[in-house]
């Protein structure tokens, strides 16, 4: 679990809840890394891609997809850039949210995004 604990030196300080939760779903083996997902939407397109973090907890089964580039809502002083790219984040977790609703035999609880640099989780309740 060697990219996890590198991931997590991120957020040790901005965000510990976050790095508690990720380390009992490790320590349970609940904790998956880099999932495949491909799945075909109701009008017959396809989604492809990898879920970077996907664990089960006692309510279900949440979804973290992490940015570790400089390309992140607090990256910038260009305000319409920073909303571009939490948009554009959101819009790839919601596609990937979307086909393991339908894989899941539980419930996906939420989604996130996790700006590893400046250490910032931001999630939504699914729906």
Request: proline share 5%; hydrophobic share 40%; net charge negative.
């Amino acid at each position: 679990m060697k990219w996890l604990v590198g991931l997590c030196d991120g957020i040790t300080r901005s965000n510990p809840k976050t790095l508690a939760r990720l380390a009992a779903a490790a320590t349970r083996n609940e904790l998956y890394h880099e999932v495949p997902l491909r799945y075909t939407e109701s009008d017959g397109s396809v989604v492809e891609g990898i879920v970077d973090l996907l664990w089960r907890e006692d309510d279900g089964w949440h979804l973290l997809d992490y940015k570790a580039g400089t390309n992140h809502p607090h990256g910038t002083g260009d305000e319409p850039l920073q909303f571009e790219n939490l948009r554009h984040h959101y819009a790839q977790i919601s596609l990937y949210a979307e086909g393991l609703k339908e894989l899941l035999t539980e419930p996906l609880v939420d989604i996130g995004i996790w700006y590893v640099l400046p250490g910032l989780v931001v999630l939504w309740d699914v729906e």
